[in-house]
């Protein structure tokens, strides 16, 4: 199978023997963050080209179509726009929480990708607590947005980011009790574990009612935890003209956008290592041939394959749904969510319990 | 402006007092609204009007009747031929003018296109309100075609000015009842598309039902007009109670809903729709020959009295009260218009809900500010 894992092992090795341990470990570090960087700039201009196109072709128009070809450096233009603004502060805000908050929301949104498995060996820190890992520092941006919303001395953002702390907390809880549902069928909370379970066939299709009501769930969850419409009240514009970022302009505004689009690949991305596969290729069952040819697609490909599937997921509801109310969404989770999450939970660990898996 | 203190003192330790508007997005102009919160819930809302007076009856005092005419299409934009309706009946009422049977025809399809068209935009609009976005182009796309029938005809594709006392302007261009035809083939399939979009959908449903309920009795004590006060069961209809033109001779119903909630009003106006396509249906291929516009004077004098003519709007009723002197120009001009009434009940509706609650109530209520503020 073609993998960016003897990529990653010979540099490695290549490094160790030229300048030893100490040296290869800074130099790795750098090259990742640079790697990261990277990644997240290419991922906003993708991700937000891709979310104007898919809405424009919902919403029976064109999208932007003149900057560069097809419109593809609209998005170039548009940060170019915003890194030339006056980045303002307004005057009765706390200076220095105003200032931070963009900065929290985004540093949070890259240390997620630590432990991201991109292919077989392609991951930046195989933490053996990988799953917990990203739920526990995801849980942190809702600090950030808070920071933001209360820095701000606006009653717009306030509201937004009272709005968006109660959502944020609270549908961590049936995100979070979705993912240990894959994490007691699997054994292991390592993400490459997670994937190597999958080798036979995906979560989602080994036909498990309690892994399917866990990725429906899931994906519910995580729309509302990225507040993506219909959960996206912390912004709600028709309501609170722009939530917590109203006062934001700017590089700032650009990276709470830019992180908004993060989070949406990192989320689309742990669901597709959860119930996807990862970068597993799809196998039907016996058929040799047709697993043969699959197998020669390379891992970085499915996996993204996967990812980009859920993004759009996410941006089809947020172009169709209207958005809920503040105590239907509440409602939705205390009420209808969480107790589904347990009772799927305390299923799939009678499953495991019994071996009534495979 | 408000004063201030009077506000404030009304509120309590803990209350939260909000400026929405005059430039906010779901306000649709510039209207501005203090609300009092507590919390999310909201206790007391404020419109505060002015941003966009014009004085718009004042200055109908210093124009002919033919004149002022052209002022109220500013008014209601989003149904500038029927304001420009009232108008013309209130000034035709007053010289005893007989509208020949041509120019009845081509009026009420007018009236009825344009509520089409206002209903679409409101549709689009309320979509935006309730955090769907697609919904908006969707109706835009259906619209476009009727500006674009209007734009043919009249000259122009949102303040027509196209009634004048004694008929209409111009006849109708010969491409019109061919494009109407293609409007009403393309507009009867994609209508179930906007089922689709918005009425079925469950958090639809769930932001409207039970929201912001108005009562048949306070729907008359505000003097809540057509579709606020038909979802409350307060039947309205100036086409059927006080028939003006050819209405009494149409086949059609008065849409009335009994829950008074924001969904009520979303259901009156997307049946109305219906509606109006079933008389423009009846109407488009049986237009009579004939004079498209009576023959009147070069100057009209309106003899002294008093005329009142009201019509239907998108909105609810427009009323049009002129008192003449006998000169050429209105001595004191009055118009009612619909969106001033069903704001008012605005604080009622919303009181005790959410601030989503308000968001929808407003866009329930189809409000257009420049109607209000004159």
């Known amino acids: ?358 | 402006m408000y004063r201030e203190t009077e506000i404030l003192q009304e509120a309590v330790a803990g209350d939260l007092i909000i400026n929405v508007g005059p430039q906010h997005p779901s306000t649709h102009g510039v209207l501005h609204l203090v609300i009092t919160l507590n919390g999310e819930t909201i206790k007391k809302v404020e419109p505060h009007l002015g941003y966009i007076h014009r004085s718009i009856e004042k200055m109908c005092e210093s124009l002919t009747f033919r004149q002022f005419i052209y002022v109220t299409s500013k008014m209601d934009y989003l149904s500038s031929h029927i304001n420009n309706h009232g108008c013309s009946l209130c000034v035709e009422k007053g010289l005893q003018i007989e509208v020949p049977e041509r120019a009845q025809v081509i009026r009420v399809l007018m009236d009825e296109l344009t509520r089409l068209a206002s209903h679409q935009l409101w549709w689009g609009a309320l979509g935006m309100d309730v955090g769907a976005l697609t919904p908006f182009f969707h109706a835009f796309r259906e619209r476009e075609l009727i500006n674009d029938i209007f734009e043919e005809t009249c000259g122009t594709r949102l303040t027509m000015n196209y009634m004048v006392p004694g008929g209409v302007m111009a006849d109708l261009h010969p491409n019109f009842q061919r494009r109407v035809h293609e409007f009403i083939k393309q507009f009867k399939q994609k209508f179930d598309e906007y089922d689709e979009l918005l009425t079925d959908n469950i958090i639809f449903k769930n932001r409207m039902q039970g929201v912001g309920v108005l009562s048949a009795a306070d729907a008359v004590s505000y003097g809540c007009t057509g579709p606020v006060a038909r979802a409350s069961g307060v039947s309205s209809d100036i086409r059927k109670l006080y028939p003006y033109e050819i209405y009494n001779k149409l086949q059609f119903d008065e849409v009335i809903e009994t829950a008074g909630d924001c969904y009520s009003r979303y259901m009156v106006r997307m049946k109305e729709m219906r509606q109006s396509l079933s008389i423009i249906e009846q109407l488009i291929d049986q237009i009579p020959e004939g004079e498209y516009q009576a023959k009147t004077k070069a100057v009209l004098k309106l003899p002294k009295g008093e005329y009142y003519s009201r019509v239907e709007t998108a909105r609810g009723e427009f009323g049009v009260y002129i008192v003449s002197e006998g000169g050429t120009t209105p001595y004191r001009i009055k118009f009612r218009s619909p969106g001033f009434s069903n704001l008012s009940a605005l604080d009622h509706m919303a009181r005790g809900g959410k601030i989503g609650d308000l968001v929808a109530i407003m866009g329930s209520l189809d409000l257009v500010i420049p109607d209000i503020d004159r």
């Open chain 1, 1 to 358: 199978m073609p993998s960016l894992e003897n990529i990653t092992d010979d540099l490695d090795v290549w490094l160790y023997q030229q300048f030893g341990a100490t040296a290869t470990f800074l130099i790795e570090s750098v090259l990742i963050a640079l790697l990261a960087i990277g990644l997240f700039s290419i991922l906003g201009l993708v991700l937000i080209m891709m979310e104007r196109k898919v809405s424009a072709y919902m919403q029976v128009r064109l999208g932007p179509n003149r900057v560069g070809p097809k419109g593809m450096f609209q998005t170039v233009a548009d940060t170019l726009k915003l890194i030339v603004k006056e980045g303002m502060t307004p005057d009765g805000a706390d200076k220095f929480l105003f200032n931070l908050a963009p900065f929290i929301v985004m540093i949070i949104a890259m240390v997620i990708l630590a432990p991201l498995a991109f292919s077989k060996g392609f991951q930046i820190w195989d933490i053996n607590i990988g799953v917990l890992f990203i739920t526990a520092v995801s849980s942190v941006s809702v600090i950030g947005i808070l920071m933001a919303g209360w820095a701000s001395n606006n009653k717009y953002s306030l509201l937004g980011a009272m709005r968006s702390g109660a959502q944020i907390v609270s549908y961590e809880l049936s995100a979070g009790l979705s993912v240990i549902a894959i994490v007691v069928l699997t054994g292991s909370l390592r993400m490459s574990d997670i994937v190597a379970s999958q080798e036979n066939g995906w979560w989602l299709f080994k036909g498990h009612i309690p892994v399917l009501i866990a990725f429906v769930i899931f994906i519910i969850a995580i729309t509302a935890e990225t507040n993506r419409a219909p959960f996206d009240l912390a912004e709600a514009e028709s309501e609170l003209t722009a939530g917590f970022h109203t006062e934001y302009s700017g590089m700032k505004f650009a990276l709470f956008f830019l992180a908004e689009y993060v989070n949406i690949f990192i989320v689309c991305a742990v669901g597709a290592t959860l119930f996807l596969g990862g970068w597993m290729p799809l196998h039907f069952g016996t058929n040799t041939q047709f697993n043969h040819v699959m197998d020669y697609i390379p891992g970085i490909v499915w996996f993204m394959g996967k990812t980009f599937f859920l993004i759009f997921v996410i941006m089809w509801f947020r172009w169709t749904f209207p958005r809920l109310r503040i105590d239907q969404l509440l409602n939705l989770e205390w009420k209808y969510l969480l107790p589904i999450s347990l009772f799927n939970l305390l299923l799939v660990t009678l499953m495991a319990i019994m071996g009534w898996h495979f």
